[in-house]
């Protein structure tokens, strides 16, 4: 029987793993999608086991029907398919809304910050998790909600994490296709998902953002933004790359296979780094030169500044702009809380949520 991937969700995101996978597989795997759309779980085992027909590659594709909101659900899945690798994408809030501007959430969002969303994307992901580390402790968890941030607090509440997918793969991705056939292998970026909005501008509007550091062939790059102008990515989120961009990390640690990429929130860290799967294990591949410690303290820089962190106290707190942004609405949320009572504080910034949207 081949390896399991269980994949989490059935919105865009998911949809692009699913379907890359079922192009790009090269040795066998199962990937088992789970959710709670019925129409739309059908519809990606449909088209996934399509583009594995249509390509020729060895992956199959299965649904099990759920409800992450049900209590025991992730934990039945896990232990019906013992998979060696589970992959979260489902959440309580859309990515679209870095393209919103028409409430008050879409505002605080645009204004103060993705952190502000932190505690939507944590929440399923916690859960899946929590049944993870119960109900299949061997299996290998990446979390691919707003992982720069939400992966430390995982961390912070001893769950499992191996690392995300997407944000920081966008931008190597996209630096990659834009040099020569075969630049990806010579490229190491360190990006936190501040540094990918330049891109979503075009090149003139740039200017004094923050952007990604990036070396090739080992060298740093002291021209980023000139070298990278003609890239440009959509104000949504930029799915046809950040969906695939983990897809050979995950079927290479389903299939005992290897791989060079760039995830984000490896470990838990803030940010995003790059990254090599070999021999059954994640490790850093960093450039020459640049040490863990300051590539940490580099990416953790950017939520220090405005944004999330989490404590070594067990503490998330909200900094710079995003806290004062909160402090004008919610002065108590504004404060921040302890990640062991992520559940109660989702309820309390859903009901901010609510109000912001007008409902």
């Avoid at 806290?323 to 809380?337: K, M, T, V, W, Y």
């Amino acid at each position: 029987m081949s390896p399991t991937l269980l994949l989490f969700g059935t919105g865009a995101f998911a949809g692009r793993i699913a379907c890359d996978i079922g192009a790009t597989a090269e040795a066998p795997v199962t990937v088992v999608i789970a959710g709670r759309n019925r129409d739309r779980l059908d519809w990606l085992v449909t088209a996934g086991r399509a583009r594995a027909a249509v390509f020729g590659t060895p992956a199959h594709f299965t649904a099990a029907p759920l409800d992450l909101q049900e209590a025991g659900a992730a934990e039945r899945v896990l232990a019906a398919h013992r998979p060696a690798v589970v992959v979260q994408a489902a959440s309580v809030q859309a990515s679209a809304v870095i393209a919103g501007r028409g409430d008050g959430w879409s505002r605080l969002v645009a204004e103060g910050g993705l952190s502000a969303t932190a505690v939507f994307q944590a929440l399923l992901s916690a859960r899946v998790a929590r049944a993870v580390q119960a109900a299949s402790p061997g299996a290998l968890f990446v979390n691919c909600c707003f992982p720069d941030v939400v992966n430390g607090i995982l961390a912070a509440l001893g769950l499992p994490v191996a690392c995300g997918v997407g944000n920081i793969g966008i931008l190597s991705g996209a630096f990659a296709g834009a040099l020569e056939p075969g630049a990806a292998g010579r490229l190491h970026l360190l990006a936190h998902y501040q540094t990918i909005g330049a891109w979503r501008r075009p090149s003139q509007d740039r200017a004094g953002s923050p952007v990604p550091r990036v070396w090739l062939d080992g060298v740093e790059l002291a021209d980023v933004r000139e070298r990278f102008a003609a890239v440009r990515l959509t104000p949504e989120p930029a799915i046809e790359i950040s969906g695939a961009a983990g897809v050979p990390l995950l079927v290479a640690m389903a299939t005992s296979g290897a791989a060079r990429t760039h995830v984000p929130g490896p470990f838990g860290l803030p940010g995003g780094y790059p990254v090599r799967w070999r021999d059954g294990a994640l490790g850093l591949d960093l450039p020459p030169g640049l040490t863990r410690e300051a590539a940490i303290a580099w990416n953790a820089g950017f939520e220090a500044a405005n944004g999330l962190v989490v404590g070594a106290d067990g503490v998330a707190r909200y900094t710079g702009l995003l806290r004062d942004r909160l402090r004008a609405i919610s002065p108590a949320l504004a404060e921040g809380f302890a990640v062991r009572d992520l559940e109660a504080v989702h309820a309390e910034m859903a009901a901010l949520r609510r109000r912001l949207q007008g409902g």
